[in-house]
């Protein structure tokens, strides 16, 4: 009998997701058994899981949406579509690069730009695109494909590395039961696609743990050194020299007399931050560039003080996105709370630094993707995972609502 005839989706799809199954078997060969049972076999299942979830969605589940987006064409390059995504056009690529997955492509290509009034590049921080760009430069493939492509690897990269430390930063306090549960955690978490997107979200979690974990372990060269790239990562990176400052401190028992030049190591993210702020005032002008490409109508965001964007978002929660975006904060709070009885002390302050600063903009728009990286809530969750119940209900919850914001996001529908 003829073989059956085989399409083009098919055949594009088999090429894009070979590459999952080459890395596993690499990483098999490379990382300690209980790495590769605890932290990269989740991994590769969840992501597995996730891109099969939005394939079916793209086929089963259409939804449609209002004005005009944009995806990758069949040839590789970025258009303009409108009413629905395409199920056939770069599916394991289109699915992870929507939203501000083009902003992070343009300024890869382009670098920055800033139009007074306008939303501009300059809003974004330059180490996740400027990363892209550098690896694009040792792979140059081809089209906007190539690029977004190099982003997705980008950032799966970057969440196996923060996953191993945090796997490694767990372990330190804990059994490996609980590190175990707490690396399936974050990646059953409900928005867990954006460690995967095209966003910054992963880089900034792998710089965020291994400082810390380098941190705990007195390397505090090296934490300094992924702390001032956090900075650039990410505007929180920054706070990081107050949750550090204070691991410092108490690894030295509050004594003056024993703080050495090492503690310098933590002034190393306010100077990346200056420093990137003074190239953008070099550039094109104003200090306070960030801060006035943020504010404009499109994006809105503006100092305020917590309660009132607490008190604001409850007020206007008439649609299922507010009340989605109130009630996560609410649930970061709780864990934030338990945290504190139960976590280091640099740690409960780090996930209050976090959720202040989260909750500072006036809005909670984006609260349930910025809350994926407070990596102490989800040490949080993994201790109350010691209960059975508990464990059940969260694995069962939280892998349902990542599966519907994958769906969701894949198809152009706002998740966080």
Request: aromatic share 14%.
């Given at each position: 009998?003829?073989?059956?005839?085989?399409?083009?989706?098919?055949?594009?799809?088999?090429?894009?997701?070979?590459?999952?199954?080459?890395?596993?078997?690499?990483?098999?060969?490379?990382?300690?058994?209980?790495?590769?049972?605890?932290?990269?076999?989740?991994?590769?299942?969840?992501?597995?899981?996730?891109?099969?979830?939005?394939?079916?969605?793209?086929?089963?589940?259409?939804?449609?949406?209002?004005?005009?987006?944009?995806?990758?064409?069949?040839?590789?390059?970025?258009?303009?579509?409108?009413?629905?995504?395409?199920?056939?056009?770069?599916?394991?690529?289109?699915?992870?690069?929507?939203?501000?997955?083009?902003?992070?492509?343009?300024?890869?290509?382009?670098?920055?730009?800033?139009?007074?009034?306008?939303?501009?590049?300059?809003?974004?921080?330059?180490?996740?695109?400027?990363?892209?760009?550098?690896?694009?430069?040792?792979?140059?493939?081809?089209?906007?494909?190539?690029?977004?492509?190099?982003?997705?690897?980008?950032?799966?990269?970057?969440?196996?590395?923060?996953?191993?430390?945090?796997?490694?930063?767990?372990?330190?306090?804990?059994?490996?039961?609980?590190?175990?549960?707490?690396?399936?955690?974050?990646?059953?978490?409900?928005?867990?696609?954006?460690?995967?997107?095209?966003?910054?979200?992963?880089?900034?979690?792998?710089?965020?743990?291994?400082?810390?974990?380098?941190?705990?372990?007195?390397?505090?060269?090296?934490?300094?050194?992924?702390?001032?790239?956090?900075?650039?990562?990410?505007?929180?990176?920054?706070?990081?020299?107050?949750?550090?400052?204070?691991?410092?401190?108490?690894?030295?028992?509050?004594?003056?007399?024993?703080?050495?030049?090492?503690?310098?190591?933590?002034?190393?993210?306010?100077?990346?931050?200056?420093?990137?702020?003074?190239?953008?005032?070099?550039?094109?002008?104003?200090?306070?560039?960030?801060?006035?490409?943020?504010?404009?109508?499109?994006?809105?965001?503006?100092?305020?003080?917590?309660?009132?964007?607490?008190?604001?978002?409850?007020?206007?929660?008439?649609?299922?996105?507010g009340a989605w975006e109130f009630f996560f904060t609410i649930a970061l709070i709780g864990l934030a709370i338990f945290a504190s009885f139960r976590l280091r002390p640099s740690y409960a302050v780090y996930a209050v630094v976090s959720l202040l600063f989260i909750t500072?903009?006036?809005?909670?728009?984006?609260?349930?993707?910025?809350?994926?990286?407070?990596?102490?809530?989800?040490?949080?969750?993994?201790?109350?995972?010691?209960?059975?119940?508990?464990?059940?209900?969260?694995?069962?919850?939280?892998?349902?609502?990542?599966?519907?914001?994958?769906?969701?996001?894949?198809?152009?529908?706002?998740?966080?």
């Amino acid at each position: 009998m003829p073989p059956k005839p085989t399409s083009k989706w098919a055949i594009r799809s088999r090429q894009e997701g070979a590459g999952y199954w080459i890395v596993l078997a690499s990483l098999r060969r490379c990382l300690p058994q209980c790495l590769v049972r605890d932290v990269v076999v989740p991994l590769a299942v969840s992501r597995a899981a996730l891109a099969i979830i939005a394939l079916l969605g793209f086929h089963l589940l259409p939804i449609p949406f209002k004005g005009t987006k944009w995806e990758l064409a069949t040839n590789g390059n970025v258009h303009n579509i409108a009413g629905h995504v395409s199920a056939n056009a770069h599916p394991l690529v289109n699915m992870w690069a929507r939203w501000d997955a083009l902003w992070y492509l343009d300024i890869a290509k382009h670098g920055y730009w800033f139009v007074p009034g306008k939303r501009s590049s300059v809003a974004f921080f330059p180490l996740y695109p400027y990363l892209i760009r550098g690896l694009h430069y040792l792979m140059p493939l081809a089209r906007d494909a190539g690029w977004l492509l190099v982003g997705i690897v980008v950032s799966n990269a970057s969440l196996l590395i923060a996953l191993v430390y945090f796997y490694k930063l767990v372990r330190l306090d804990y059994d490996r039961r609980t590190a175990a549960r707490a690396a399936l955690y974050l990646c059953v978490f409900p928005t867990t696609l954006f460690l995967s997107a095209v966003y910054s979200d992963s880089l900034f979690l792998a710089l965020v743990v291994s400082a810390f974990y380098y941190a705990r372990t007195t390397r505090w060269l090296a934490a300094g050194v992924l702390a001032a790239a956090a900075a650039l990562c990410r505007a929180p990176g920054v706070l990081l020299i107050i949750p550090l400052g204070l691991e410092y401190f108490s690894q030295k028992a509050f004594q003056w007399r024993q703080i050495r030049t090492d503690c310098l190591s933590l002034a190393l993210a306010p100077i990346a931050l200056a420093g990137h702020l003074t190239f953008l005032r070099w550039r094109f002008g104003y200090w306070d560039i960030i801060s006035q490409a943020q504010a404009v109508k499109a994006w809105n965001r503006h100092l305020t003080l917590p309660w009132n964007t607490l008190l604001h978002s409850f007020e206007s929660m008439n649609s299922g996105r507010g009340a989605w975006e109130f009630f996560f904060t609410i649930a970061l709070i709780g864990l934030a709370i338990f945290a504190s009885f139960r976590l280091r002390p640099s740690y409960a302050v780090y996930a209050v630094v976090s959720l202040l600063f989260i909750t500072s903009w006036g809005a909670l728009t984006s609260a349930p993707r910025l809350g994926i990286v407070i990596f102490p809530l989800v040490i949080a969750l993994a201790l109350l995972g010691d209960n059975k119940v508990f464990n059940r209900a969260y694995l069962f919850f939280s892998t349902l609502l990542a599966a519907v914001a994958m769906v969701i996001f894949s198809q152009w529908g706002w998740v966080a």
